[in-house]
């Protein structure tokens, strides 16, 4: 019964505890260890929540009322979906906070703080079924991003963080229009006022007002994912945010973006979806292609890998809006695949960065001899970006490209083409850093390999074989629950 | 009686126009106080006698001679007056002419379109019985509301003139910058 | 023209309010503008009495005796300002140089 | 049986992550020991599974082993399973046998390198993603090995990544030939649409049912994916950069089964192409276009390698030829001595390159004859078979079947076949007589070794004999072969002018070599490379290369380069600039002047006044 | 005339108590004593409110309306003059023992006048509850004796003040003229056809309100006076000031149909426009942080006047909401400043304050953050009652621009939190020294814990002053007892 919620609380509640051990001694290794038993009895709990099932796709439910006026409720739901994006939040977070030690020098009690509450927001978007909820949880998720982007960023930090901060609150407001257009439109309708996310669901789909609410929430999650022309934040956010934290942006917090488009932009109003549809998928092939070509030209690692994950994006968005179910699925895989290899491609850039002082390409180079297996684990990695099949990314390109080719040829084959663009950057990448005669030149200069950092690329680099050789369980428990699966439901719970 | 009461009304907005336009602040308050005496005597004519009364008591009286005060204690000269001519010369007088046109045709234009008042034929002026009633019946409150309002603005003039004669005034720093320490200063004395 | 039609009692109130405005913006001497305040308070007094003969009520004049009596202590408390200002320094009382408090 | 098809992959893929794991720490000489362990191991099951195939009850059918369940969504399901029939049969053999040979040989060859684990790492991926390419019983299989292929093509390329050059030849082989794969990728995706599956065996089954323009398509798409792999026209300017790998890679991969890939695939596919006439003229087209245009840029290359990667492209370009004139056998049986004798040149060069301190320019070698007999005969075999001598070669039987079947399609083909057989006889012979004869320009240093000599030795001996398996109806009936892979292809059609054709396609390349000798005869004077523009354009590919340059990566590099900032993020910019903008206009109002103050809010009312008048 | 009206408790109290201040000054100064005697005034005055009579005087005319509106306004107001009362003490500028007893009489003064604005229903009681508020202001924003910039201030308010107060009387006069009328808006249930002059000087009256408000274009002295002025009494500009004059202007436009689209609900959506656009736009480009704050309050007006222009189930509720969010927020930042850094006026000056007064600093990013209408603070749920409000009365465009006006004020109020967060910058003004920090008094801290517990807990938990907010609020406040004009 309280699963879920402590899903949301117990990382908040373990941040919390790691920032006062973290006042207390001023020492890192506590509050690190822990976040790392909330990390671990998080995943116990997941473990737990995953055993969960229940009829109709839904696996869980929690609903108590809280601002009874508006008919407001803390009211959580959890369906396949919600649980692979659960268990991918985790995964992302054990890198961020394993590697931390490393980077977070200054009041690591804090960043432990701020990262896991921002992973508490995330569980949170992830679980929550009422529409306010929900936009409580996607502003608040932010709020501690902010936080680590400003206190552990780079030299441009300010800059960036206020870029982030404009655009996604901006975009938020614009949801917090739709959502209460939808509710009062729900209010004309049926006289009841109501965020229920499943209540809301057949006015959604009806109403004749449905575009441009869906446009609201279309926009914020294209800024959040981020689509296209909505990326402008993004590059300079992952460059200048420590790397825990563009792990963490790039992982998982993007990816709410298209947590969203699937369950609310998508499942609340599939005509209008529908409608929009084909602009954008124009628009996500636009900017496979783009940033494909874009990242090529970057001089700084991040913003490279930045720009190739814009690019892949595109794919998650392709899937989504082909409406169909192969390509909700690939793009579910997709995702978790495309979190695990730009995490551990952020990973590597970090530690790069940390060894070397650098992460201009072009101060870099040759890197191979001095850092064999992390450069083995480059390769994977690029690899995995440039679509190899057998990686998991593969599937979930694969997959959405199958579902744009059912609707749009034409778009199928330029997405498709963004694999050549991305096999450009990603090779790019491996050539600038890894190949080449060594800058860094000596024998061992850059230090020796450090196990925990192995470690993660190693889990990254089986999960996502796994995930590319055996998907189908993973696809399998994907799919998205349709709302309507538990309107009778909810009319109990009310 | 109603060519009375334009040639008043125009009497007084003469007047108002030299006051605004004079250079010297005191043909300015005298313009002034003529206004303010046709404007009694439109008073009158419109049948408020208190109130012209009150207007010659008050504002004549008072107002303008406190105004007359401060311009002799300011002891404005001639450089002034020459000072003032140039301020008020070429353009700075379009614009706001332009918008104070505006706001008199339009103004107009709703007194024009204004309904058909409802006019009290021959009805008497409304003398100091009436409005003492009226102050001190349906009124009350007000005026006893208005008595804090002459409090707020006693206790406030009485504030601000009282540092006038003492050296409270912090200098100022050459680059217009005010100094923390020299607020420090000025204030602790 | 009615001798009663309180119009063209209006009428002058609008035009010496409008004059008064126009001395606002216009003078750039602090006394001038506080002069031209004054002269629309007055208008707005004229209007009053003017709106009060139309109903025969008294309440227009009550509200003139309102309107004297916030004329007499924004008068008291902005000649008190200036001769500060003057105490202060501003020898000219223009209003329009010297500004600190700008942007 | 069947449990043991799929060691056939996991046996070197096993080596692979082995060698991977061991992170470099294993000595040299465990290291080659474990390879040819793994490799001999991949072979002998590769043959065993071939023997009891042929003697078993499907003999004639094929063999299905489901691994598991790859993914299933919606209405579309993918498995990974294997298939065993004749052709993938032929494949098999050709890439376990040659495979193992030429890691034999590598293990010799880089014996002395210390990231021989690495090499040996990315090798054994390379055969285990070749097996599961020919093996594979599903399109998306397939294509797993086809990326698994470049990915190591790739790595290989660029395995000294000391060095800058091999670091972008590396990455321009896998850029070109990811072109073609995502056209194959898109033809991957237009059959998924159609048949729901990527299962060979349906496809093939349905397309007959399909609408042609769709089939057409995808037909385009899949030899568009080939033909990119197998070099070929346009698609072709990766392969001579490719040879920056080490020796044995070229051998290996870019000439006995990579790049032949693509050869498979359409016979793989030859069901759906018969279906599309069009394609099929297409790929003839495309192959007529490379065979001449490799063999005349093969004329005047000075790089060993860099004419025996022309020639590849030229020999792959009659395998297209062959493709598209519907000679199945013929394009396979070429394959498959084409494999032989090119690995064989590809190591006699190896162990050239090896002895004369890594020097590849054919014009600084010379005389090496003697000091390197064996090589040299090796060499000289695989050269005969390359240049088709009659009879006793392996290559002038496959060259032959060839061209006798492109006469009976269109007379142009076979006379553009037979004027590249002309030119081949002349450039490897050029090669050969430059190299082995006259004055010796660089002395051989160190003695090659045994286990090099071993799969010399061996490869020779089939270059010389491997081609009596199948021969023209005029010297012997003898068609083992064609019988061979008759269940897949059906019967070999009759054909006309056998004689004939074939006395002239005997004599052209002796003719050829005749020249070469003439030519590059042992002189006085050290032979040196023409230099005239034509020829400096012909080396340099026919000025493909610069052509794409200019054309592609130039302005694909520079224009990202310019807009490295993003327009779009300007634009964002722009908006904000906006927003300050407005932020100081709005300070500005604030002059600080009351009067100017005064008169906003008169004007304020006055508008506010005009609305209500 | 056998009419009646109410004399709210607040106006009672505060009135008597500024005598009993005045006597208490006259008879012996001293500011401790006096300030303590300020506080108890309009602690008392917050107390009668609650208490369930009022006076009630026959024979008069309705003046005040004994409403939940009324009273709710009017708390919010006290309340604020209390945290104002408490910011101040201390306060260096009016630590002057020989000047600091007035202060607090006139800071009683200016909440007397705010009380009797918010429950007016009369042109004259409005109009004198706005002049009493208007000349308490003059003297207390030109309290800074030390510095020209106060009188400077004080000027331009006055003037502009007079003028504004000028158009205001002869809105009221033409509307009198037309209706014979001074209660709120009666020319509307007079007249049927909407007469021409009345609308005039509806139109006057909004000037005159817009311009206490502070709304675009009548907005261009809150940045002057703010900066002029001393901490609290910007605050008591920013926040107690307009708190009054919304409740009034809400009770005189309560009788409008704000749905049909006549001049001055016109003007009302231009002016909201542009305050939403400009106040942010100014805001953004300010350097020092009490002018950036004038922008915000600018934008924050054309904020609540969506909430205004949205008649329906949620307006006035939501605008009550708000307006309890906005003085909390601003009221938290002027304490912040009053406590922290009193001459800390530059936004650069406020480099690394998270390490120098960690708290103070994370309170302060709170009630910014309130501000911008993040969650979880209490900003944010107001906000979204308003977009609720509008929403709910089709107010799409207005809502589209105040997502504009937002989203730049996003960026103002993260770079002062940035600043904050930020070390100073090395370079940039070294040869400015940064003004002294301080700690505040017991009681400013205990005011800010207050402040920011609130903004998070009502942010969290919005649910029971929604409720009451709601209850007390239910039907849009009348204008006043149904009595004859």
């Known amino acids: 019964m309280f699963a879920l919620p402590a899903l949301i609380a117990l990382p908040f509640l373990g941040g919390l505890a790691a920032w006062l051990v973290g006042l207390r001694n001023g020492s890192a290794r506590l509050p690190w260890l822990v976040s790392l038993l909330t990390l671990l009895l998080e995943a116990l709990l997941l473990l737990g929540v995953t055993g969960m099932t229940g009829g109709s796709g839904w696996r869980g439910h929690f609903a108590m009322p809280w601002i009874p006026l508006f008919g407001i409720d803390f009211r959580l739901d959890m369906d396949g979906l919600s649980l692979v994006m659960l268990w991918l939040n985790l995964a992302i977070a054990v890198p961020v906070l394993l590697t931390s030690s490393r980077e977070i020098k200054e009041r690591p009690g804090l960043y432990h703080f701020l990262t896991l509450a921002t992973i508490a927001g995330i569980n949170g978007v992830f679980l929550s079924t009422d529409l306010f909820l929900f936009f409580f949880f996607w502003e608040l998720m932010l709020l501690p991003m902010f936080g680590v982007l400003l206190i552990w960023g780079g030299e441009h930090r300010a800059r960036a963080t206020l870029k982030f901060f404009i655009f996604t609150q901006g975009s938020g407001l614009l949801m917090l229009l739709s959502i209460l257009a939808l509710v009062f439109v729900h209010v004309q309708e049926t006289g009841q006022l109501t965020f229920n996310y499943f209540a809301l669901a057949g006015t959604g789909a009806m109403s004749r007002a449905a575009f441009p609410i869906m446009l609201g929430f279309l926009i914020a999650f294209a800024v959040k994912l981020p689509i296209v022309p909505f990326h402008a934040w993004a590059p300079e956010v992952y460059a200048e945010a420590p790397n825990g934290g563009t792990i963490l942006l790039a992982g998982i917090l993007g990816k709410t973006g298209a947590f969203g488009l699937i369950r609310f932009v998508f499942e609340l109003f599939p005509a209008a979806s529908a409608q929009i549809a084909p602009v954008v998928m124009a628009f996500a092939v636009v900017g496979i292609l783009y940033c494909g070509w874009l990242a090529v030209a970057q001089d700084d690692m991040k913003r490279l890998v930045a720009y190739s994950s814009l690019s892949h994006l595109g794919y998650v968005v392709l899937g989504i809006f082909s409406g169909t179910r192969v390509g909700m699925e690939g793009a579910v895989v997709m995702m978790v695949a495309h979190g695990l290899s730009t995490s551990a491609i952020f990973l590597i850039t970090g530690f790069i960065e940390e060894r070397t002082g650098t992460r201009d390409m072009r101060r870099l180079g040759g890197l191979w001899p001095a850092m064999p297996q992390l450069s083995a684990f480059a390769m994977f990695f690029a690899c995995a970006l440039l679509g190899l099949p057998g990686i998991g990314d593969f599937v979930g390109e694969f997959l959405t490209l199958l579902a744009t080719w059912h609707v749009n040829h034409v778009m199928a084959f330029f997405a498709a083409a963004g694999s050549v663009l991305s096999s450009i950057y990603a090779l790019t990448w491996m050539l600038r850093v890894f190949y080449g005669p060594p800058v860094f030149a000596g024998e061992a200069p850059l230090g020796r390999p450090v196990a925990g950092v192995m470690w993660t690329l190693g889990a990254a680099t089986v999960l996502l074989l796994v995930i590319g050789f055996f998907p189908q369980p993973l696809l399998d428990l994907s799919a998205p629950a349709a709302p309507q699966q538990i309107v009778s439901l909810a009319g109990g719970a009310r | 009686m109603s060519i009375s009461l334009l040639l008043y009304g125009l009497v007084a907005i003469c007047a108002t126009a030299m006051v605004i336009t004079r250079t010297a602040a005191v043909h300015a308050l005298l313009y002034m106080v003529v206004a303010l005496l046709a404007l009694a005597c439109v008073f009158d004519t419109l049948g408020a006698p208190f109130a012209a009364l009150l207007e010659v008591i008050v504002y004549a009286g008072a107002i303008m001679v406190l105004f007359v005060f401060v311009v002799m204690m300011l002891n404005i000269g001639s450089p002034a007056e020459q000072r003032e001519k140039s301020w008020l010369s070429g353009g700075i007088w379009v614009v706001p002419s332009l918008l104070a046109l505006g706001l008199l045709v339009t103004l107009l234009i709703g007194l024009r379109s204004g309904a058909v008042p409802a006019i009290v034929q021959g009805a008497a002026p409304i003398g100091p019985r009436e409005v003492g009633l009226a102050l001190y019946g349906p009124y009350i409150l007000t005026v006893e509301l208005s008595s804090f309002l002459l409090l707020a603005g006693l206790v406030s003039a009485f504030h601000i003139g009282r540092r006038i004669g003492g050296a409270g005034i912090a200098p100022l720093h050459p680059d217009g910058v005010h100094v923390g320490v020299n607020e420090h200063r000025g204030v602790d004395r | ?103 | 049986m069947t449990a043991l098809l799929p060691l056939v992959i996991l046996c070197p893929l096993a080596v692979s992550i082995i060698l991977l794991l061991s992170r470099g720490a294993m000595p040299a000489r465990a290291t080659c020991g474990l390879v040819a362990l793994g490799m001999g191991l991949c072979a002998a099951i590769a043959v065993t599974e071939a023997v009891t195939f042929l003697t078993g009850p499907a003999s004639t059918g094929a063999l299905h082993v489901v691994l598991w369940n790859w993914m299933h969504v919606g209405g579309f399901g993918a498995q990974f399973a294997l298939t065993l029939d004749r052709l993938s049969l032929v494949m098999m053999l050709v890439v376990s046998v040659v495979g193992f040979l030429i890691l034999l040989y590598a293990c010799a060859y880089m014996i002395d390198d210390p990231d021989i684990a690495r090499f040996f790492t990315y090798m054994t991926l390379f055969v285990a993603s070749m097996e599961l390419l020919v093996l594979s019983s599903d399109l998306l299989g397939v294509y797993v090995g086809w990326e698994g292929v470049g990915v190591c093509s790739y790595l290989l390329v660029g395995f000294w990544y000391h060095e800058r050059p091999n670091a972008l030849a590396a990455r321009k082989a896998f850029v070109v030939t990811r072109i073609g794969d995502a056209l194959f990728l898109v033809g991957l995706l237009l059959l998924a649409t159609g048949v729901g599956r990527l299962d060979i065996g349906s496809v093939l089954a349905i397309a007959p049912m399909a609408p042609r323009p769709a089939i057409a398509l995808g037909c385009f798409l899949i030899l568009g994916g080939a033909a990119a792999k197998s070099a070929m026209v346009p698609l072709q300017t990766w392969l001579p950069d490719a040879m920056a790998g080490p020796t044995p890679v070229s051998a290996l991969i870019h000439a006995a089964t990579m790049v032949t890939a693509g050869v498979y695939l359409i016979a793989r596919l030859h069901a759906m192409f018969l279906l599309v006439p069009g394609i099929m003229f297409l790929c003839a087209v495309i192959g007529f276009i490379t065979l001449l245009l490799a063999a005349g840029a093969a004329m005047v290359q000075t790089d060993i390698k860099r004419v025996l990667a022309y020639s590849t492209m030229s020999q792959l370009g009659y395998m297209y030829l062959a493709l598209g004139c519907g000679a199945w056998q013929a394009a396979i049986f070429h394959l498959v001595t084409h494999a032989i004798f090119k690995a064989l040149l590809f190591m006699g060069a190896g162990s050239i390159i090896l002895r004369v301190h890594h020097e590849q320019d054919i014009f600084r070698m010379g005389g090496l004859r003697k000091s390197m007999p064996v090589v040299f005969y090796a060499f000289l075999a695989g050269a005969a078979a390359l240049a088709g001598l009659p009879l006793i070669s392996a290559g002038y039987f496959s060259k032959e079947m060839i061209l006798t079947s492109a006469y009976n399609v269109a007379p142009l083909f076979w006379l553009g076949g037979v004027f590249g057989a002309f030119l081949t006889s002349i450039y490897i012979f050029r090669c050969v007589f430059i190299t082995f004869w006259g004055h010796e320009r660089t002395h051989p240093h160190g003695r090659t070794t045994i286990v090099e000599f071993v799969p010399l030795v061996i490869l020779a001996v089939l270059a010389i004999v491997a081609g009596w398996v199948q021969t023209p109806e005029v010297i012997a009936p003898m068609h083992l072969f064609s019988t061979l892979l008759a269940p897949v292809f059906g019967p070999l059609p009759e054909e006309h002018g056998g004689g004939m054709l074939l006395l002239i396609g005997s004599i052209v390349p002796i003719i050829g070599v005749s020249i070469a000798w003439a030519l590059y005869k042992p002189r006085h004077k050290a032979p040196v490379p023409l230099e005239t523009p034509w020829t400096r354009t012909l080396r340099a590919d026919w000025g493909f290369d610069a052509l794409y340059d200019v054309l592609f990566v130039k302005p694909y590099f520079a224009l990202a380069r310019l807009n490295r900032g993003d327009a779009v993020i300007g634009f964002f910019g722009a908006v904000a600039w906006v927003t300050r903008t407005g932020g100081a206009m709005f300070a500005h109002m604030q002059s600080g002047q009351v009067r100017r103050y005064a008169g906003w809010i008169a004007a304020g009312t006055v508008l506010a006044l005009c609305l209500a008048v | 005339m056998d009419s009646f009206s109410f004399l709210p408790n607040a106006v009672l109290v505060l009135c008597a108590g500024s005598l009993v201040q005045m006597a208490a000054i006259a008879i012996r100064r001293n500011v401790a004593q006096d300030a303590v005697l300020g506080l108890v005034v309009l602690l008392a005055s917050l107390a009668v409110i609650l208490a369930p009579t009022a006076l009630v005087l026959t024979g008069t005319l309705p003046l005040f309306a004994p409403d939940a509106w009324a009273s709710y306004t009017a708390a919010l107001v006290i309340l604020s003059a209390i945290a104002i009362h408490i910011m101040s003490w201390r306060n260096s500028v009016l630590s002057d023992t020989s000047v600091g007893s007035e202060y607090y009489l006139l800071l009683t003064l200016a909440t007397l006048g705010g009380v009797v604005m918010s429950s007016a229903i009369h042109d004259v009681s409005f109009f004198i509850g706005l002049e009493i508020l208007s000349l308490a202001m003059f003297g207390l924003i030109a309290f800074r004796n030390a510095r020209i910039d106060a009188g400077e201030a004080a000027m331009k308010y006055l003037v502009l003040s007079g003028l504004s107060s000028a158009m205001l009387l002869m809105g009221f006069a033409l509307t009198f003229a037309e209706t014979g009328s001074l209660r709120f808006l009666a020319p509307v249930a007079t007249n049927a056809p909407e007469p021409l002059l009345a609308s005039m000087g509806v139109i006057l009256v909004l000037t005159g309100m817009f311009f206490k408000l502070s709304a675009v274009p009548f907005h261009l002295w809150l940045a002057d006076v703010l900066e002029g002025t001393s901490i609290p009494v910007a605050a008591l500009v920013a926040v107690l000031s307009k708190i009054g004059l919304f409740a009034a202007m809400v009770r005189y436009f309560s009788s409008i149909n704000l749905y049909v689209s006549g001049p001055q609900v016109d003007e009302i959506v231009a002016v909201a426009v542009l305050s939403m656009i400009g106040g942010n736009l100014l805001a953004v480009a300010q350097t020092n942080i009490k002018r950036m704050l004038a922008g915000s309050s600018i934008a924050h007006i054309g904020y609540l006047l969506v909430a205004f222009l949205s008649p329906g189930p949620f307006s006035f509720a939501s605008a009550a909401f708000y307006l309890a969010a906005y003085a909390i927020a601003t009221l938290g930042i002027f304490a912040i400043i009053a406590g922290v850094m009193p001459q800390g006026s530059y936004i650069s000056d406020w480099y690394g304050m998270f390490r120098r007064k960690p708290v103070a600093a994370f309170a302060m990013s709170v009630m910014l953050l309130s501000l911008a209408g993040i969650p979880p603070s209490v900003g944010f749920f107001a906000k979204f009652y308003i977009v609720a409000a509008g929403i709910s009365a089709h107010r799409v465009i207005l809502l589209l621009v105040l997502i504009a006006g937002s989203t730049i004020s996003l960026f103002y109020y993260l770079r002062l939190i940035l600043v904050m967060i930020l070390p100073r910058p090395s370079d940039s003004e070294a040869h400015r020294q940064m003004p002294p920090i301080t700690t505040p008094w017991v009681g400013n801290r205990a005011l800010i814990a207050l402040l920011a517990v609130a903004t998070i807990l009502l942010g969290v938990f919005p649910s029971r002053l929604v409720q009451s907010g709601r209850q007390l609020l239910d039907v849009p406040p009348p204008p006043g007892p149904s009595a004859s004009p």
Request: glycine residues 10%; proline residues 2%.
């Open chain 3, 1 to 103: 023209m009615n001798p009663n039609d309180p119009g063209a009692a209006l009428a002058i109130a609008v035009v010496l309010f409008v004059l008064g405005l126009l001395g606002v913006m216009v003078r750039r001497n602090l006394l001038f503008m506080l002069i031209s305040v004054e002269i629309m308070l007055n208008a707005a007094g004229l209007a009053f009495i003017a709106a009060g003969t139309r109903y025969h009520m008294a309440d227009g004049q009550v509200m003139f005796l309102m309107i004297l009596a916030y004329a007499a202590a924004e008068a008291a408390v902005g000649l008190a300002i200036v001769l500060r200002m003057h105490a202060a320094g501003r020898a000219t009382l223009d209003a329009d140089t010297g500004n600190r408090l700008k942007g």
